[in-house]
């Protein structure tokens, strides 16, 4: 993406303790679209294919590496946390080559790589490039502050304009993004000289921008597409902002790619960055739904209101009926699930399988045209095709210290009620009475009956309530 002669160096910044955010998780490990902020600042960078990222932490440090165990960076570590400038220093002293370093906030997750890669471009040995945006609700911003001739002389954060009560910086519009691209070897040279005398009492990273126009460097300015790009996260309320603006992208997202959405705005998308989502033709998917993980559905699916979909696979056809939840799942096509279904990890359903409501399944294989629809258990299961599962029947498959499977064949019937204690197999075309307690296996075609004979009592007399 850059010429070869000037390497690309990018750091992102995410050492913060985010004490706006009033969590024991660091900042950079908040949720957004299911992800941790910083997942999504890392996925913009590396489309930069850089020479070398390098991310510094610090507050929670080694929770935020373990979060990322297969991330492709230099992992540099700032403590105590003594500003974004000192920040800065600590990224740069294991970047290895000079060329331009491009300086990211780990709080900024909607940062689209385009902007990043157009901010890069705009850097070189004489032109320190700097993202900047006019907003509305400037406050918290370090603000750019141009001379006569438009050019950028420095950058006063919001907290030092109070404290000098300068109305006239505070009047700006024009914010620091926080995002950055400078000549390598000058950011060196630059940070060593901050120092920090202003109302935080930290090194500000914003302070090189009044040494670059000192020491005669360009700066040069560029802006994103939109605000919400550049929008920072410090509190639980500009997180849920930037969640719904997420949203939105994912829901246009999918309906670009041809799916029906019953309401953009009540959708929720937790997918993996890379393709999470996969999607056939003439899908409908109802209000309410959340997606987590990798969830990948086929043509002309129907999903209910308010299902939980996280890492499953949806075959043709199927639909899947309101307030059911899957997880780990693969089904067929044709199939018809719900409402109230509970999939749970290792539930194979093969073709044309019909699952109702309040049945669950977990780590069972259901074959083609196999059902269970009411109230109903199968746990470590394997059951044939055309099984018809009974209501209020279940698999029995722990005895308190191990788990063992069930096997119902080809075409057999379990009645209601009935209670199938694994280890057994239930020998193909037969029946089990309903109420039956089976703890043996049965041959294929036999009738199964293991309850108690009824016993009628003719013209019973129910007792009278006796008088004290
Ligand atoms: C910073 C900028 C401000 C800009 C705003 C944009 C400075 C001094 N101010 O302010 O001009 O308008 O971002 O969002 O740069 N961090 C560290 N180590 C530290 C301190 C911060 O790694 O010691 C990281 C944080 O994790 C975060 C980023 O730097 O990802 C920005 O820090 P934050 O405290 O959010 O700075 P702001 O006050 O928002
Ligand atoms: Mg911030």
Same mark, same amino acid.
């Given at each position: 993406?850059?010429?070869?002669a000037?390497?690309?160096?990018?750091?992102?910044?995410?050492?913060?303790k985010g004490?706006?955010?009033?969590?024991?998780?660091?900042?950079?490990? #908040?949720?957004?679209?299911?992800?941790?902020?910083?997942?999504?600042?890392?996925?913009?960078v590396?489309?930069?294919?850089?020479?070398?990222?390098?991310?510094?932490?610090?507050?929670?440090?080694?929770?935020?590496?373990?979060?990322?165990?297969?991330? #492709?960076?230099?992992?540099?570590?700032q403590?105590?946390q003594?500003?974004t400038?000192?920040?800065?220093?600590?990224?740069?002293?294991?970047?290895?080559?000079?060329?331009?370093?491009?300086?990211?906030?780990?709080d900024? /997750?909607?940062?689209?790589?385009?902007?990043l890669?157009?901010?890069?471009?705009?850097?070189?040995? #004489?032109t320190?490039?700097l993202?900047t945006?006019?907003?509305?609700?400037?406050?918290?911003?370090g603000?750019i502050?141009?001379?006569?001739?438009g050019?950028?002389?420095?950058?006063?954060e919001h907290k030092?304009?109070?404290?000098?009560n300068?109305?006239?910086v505070?009047?700006?519009?024009?914010?620091?993004?926080?995002i950055?691209?400078?000549?390598?070897?000058?950011?060196?040279?630059?940070?060593?000289?901050?120092t920090?005398?202003?109302?935080?009492?930290?090194?500000?990273?914003t302070?090189?921008?009044?040494?670059?126009?000192?020491?005669?460097?360009? $700066?040069?300015?560029a802006? /994103?597409?939109?605000?919400?790009?550049?929008?920072?996260v410090n509190?639980?309320?500009?997180?849920?902002?930037?969640?719904r603006a997420?949203q939105?992208?994912?829901?246009?997202?999918?309906?670009?790619?041809?799916v029906?959405?019953?309401?953009?705005?009540?959708?929720?998308?937790?997918?993996?960055?890379?393709?999470?989502?996969?999607?056939?033709?003439?899908?409908f998917?109802d209000?309410?739904?959340?997606f987590?993980?990798?969830?990948?559905?086929?043509?002309?699916?129907?999903?209910? /209101?308010?299902?939980?979909?996280?890492?499953?696979?949806?075959?043709?056809?199927?639909? $899947?009926?309101?307030?059911?939840?899957?997880?780990?799942?693969?089904?067929?096509e044709?199939?018809?699930?719900?409402?109230?279904?509970?999939?749970?990890?290792?539930?194979q359903l093969?073709?044309?399988v019909?699952?109702?409501?309040?049945?669950?399944v977990?780590?069972?294989?259901?074959?083609?045209?196999?059902?269970?629809?009411?109230?109903a258990?199968?746990?470590?299961?394997?059951?044939?095709?055309?099984v018809?599962y009974?209501a209020g029947?279940?698999?029995?498959?722990y005895?308190?210290?191990n788990?063992?499977?069930?096997?119902?064949?080809?075409?057999?019937?379990?009645g209601?009620?009935?209670?199938?204690?694994?280890?057994?197999?239930i020998?193909?075309?037969?029946?089990?009475?309903?109420?039956?307690?089976?703890?043996?296996?049965?041959?294929?075609?036999?009738?199964?009956?293991?309850?108690?004979?009824p016993?009628?009592?003719?013209?019973?007399?129910r007792?009278?309530?006796?008088?004290?």
């Amino acid at each position: 993406m850059r010429p070869a002669a000037l390497p690309l160096s990018v750091i992102v910044l995410a050492a913060g303790k985010g004490t706006r955010m009033k969590s024991r998780l660091p900042k950079v490990l #908040q949720p957004l679209a299911g992800q941790p902020l910083l997942a999504h600042a890392l996925a913009s960078v590396s489309a930069l294919s850089p020479a070398q990222t390098v991310v510094v932490v610090g507050h929670g440090a080694e929770d935020v590496r373990a979060t990322f165990p297969q991330a #492709q960076v230099t992992w540099a570590l700032q403590s105590p946390q003594n500003g974004t400038g000192h920040a800065a220093a600590v990224g740069l002293a294991p970047v290895e080559s000079d060329g331009i370093t491009l300086l990211v906030t780990g709080d900024t /997750p909607l940062i689209r790589s385009e902007t990043l890669a157009k901010l890069a471009a705009l850097a070189n040995e #004489q032109t320190f490039a700097l993202l900047t945006c006019v907003v509305e609700d400037v406050a918290g911003y370090g603000r750019i502050v141009r001379n006569a001739a438009g050019e950028v002389t420095r950058i006063v954060e919001h907290k030092d304009a109070l404290a000098a009560n300068d109305h006239a910086v505070l009047a700006i519009h024009e914010m620091n993004t926080g995002i950055m691209a400078a000549p390598t070897a000058w950011l060196r040279g630059a940070l060593a000289k901050l120092t920090p005398h202003n109302a935080q009492g930290e090194l500000y990273l914003t302070d090189v921008i009044a040494m670059a126009a000192v020491d005669g460097l360009r $700066v040069a300015t560029a802006q /994103p597409d939109s605000e919400t790009e550049i929008a920072g996260v410090n509190d639980k309320i500009q997180l849920a902002a930037l969640e719904r603006a997420k949203q939105r992208e994912l829901a246009i997202r999918a309906m670009a790619h041809g799916v029906t959405l019953a309401d953009p705005s009540r959708i929720d998308f937790r997918t993996s960055l890379e393709g999470g989502f996969a999607c056939g033709s003439d899908v409908f998917i109802d209000s309410g739904c959340v997606f987590e993980g990798n969830v990948e559905i086929g043509d002309n699916v129907r999903i209910g /209101p308010n299902c939980v979909i996280r890492d499953s696979k949806i075959g043709n056809g199927t639909v $899947v009926h309101a307030m059911s939840h899957l997880d780990g799942v693969v089904i067929g096509e044709g199939a018809l699930i719900g409402p109230f279904a509970r999939l749970r990890p290792g539930a194979q359903l093969g073709d044309e399988v019909h699952i109702g409501n309040f049945v669950e399944v977990k780590n069972s294989t259901l074959a083609k045209g196999a059902k269970a629809n009411h109230l109903a258990y199968l746990g470590d299961a394997t059951v044939g095709e055309r099984v018809n599962y009974g209501a209020g029947s279940i698999t029995a498959n722990y005895d308190g210290a191990n788990k063992r499977r069930t096997v119902i064949e080809a075409d057999v019937h379990v009645g209601s009620n009935c209670v199938l204690v694994a280890p057994v197999t239930i020998g193909a075309g037969g029946t089990v009475g309903g109420g039956s307690t089976v703890t043996k296996s049965t041959p294929p075609g036999a009738l199964t009956v293991a309850r108690g004979k009824p016993v009628t009592i003719a013209n019973w007399k129910r007792p009278a309530k006796q008088k004290s």
